[in-house]
């Protein structure tokens, strides 16, 4: 069987194996982004002054105060527009409107960022609890974030953001072909 063969047969996998791989593009960027940001919000302009709002605490030492907060900001939301578009067009291969599409992905993104800021503290401390060392209780945190990141994001982007509307339509077709057939049979039949 030829690899194209097994894809189309297996598409849905291929689409999770991709997804999986591809979602480094958007990690790649949120690196860079954060080094870039580092040198110019922190480094460059000194903007290390303690910043609190709503959930985001950036006020201890080693925070980087508000230039930490800007470049997580910054890095957070380049990173979720290369993803929307590497998901969109390489992954599903949507033809999804984009003017439907990109709000629900903003959504999306906004969950899971706000998960990956609020969960990691409660599992962290659920392990410490247990009895495990900090470093491991971070690292099971931080798996935690990637497997719900992945369990929620997937099937969201593959169902409600980027559905192929020619498969869809294709459906729709077929099953009202083969209803008109149906009856077509049926009146034949009389």
Known sequence: MAFKDWTEKHESLWQF????????????????????????????????QPFSFLIFNYTSTGSNGLGGFLTFLVAEVLAQIVNFFVQMKWVFKSD??????AP?????????????????????????????????????ASVVNTLLAVIVSFPVLKFWITPDEDKSDSAEKTAATEKAAASTEKDDAK
Do not use: H, Q
């Open 17 to 48: 194996i991709l997804f999986n791989i591809l979602s480094n593009i958007s990690t790649i960027t949120r690196f860079v982004c954060t080094w870039i940001g580092t040198a110019v919000f922190v480094n460059m302009l000194a903007m290390t």
């Open 96 to 101: 999804a409107a984009f003017s439907e599409a």
């Open 104 to 140: 629900k992905y903003a959504v999306l993104a906004v969950v899971i960022v706000v998960v990956n800021l609020v969960l990691p503290g409660y599992v962290t401390a659920w392990c410490i609890d247990l009895g495990m060392a900090s470093e491991l209780a971070a690292t099971v």
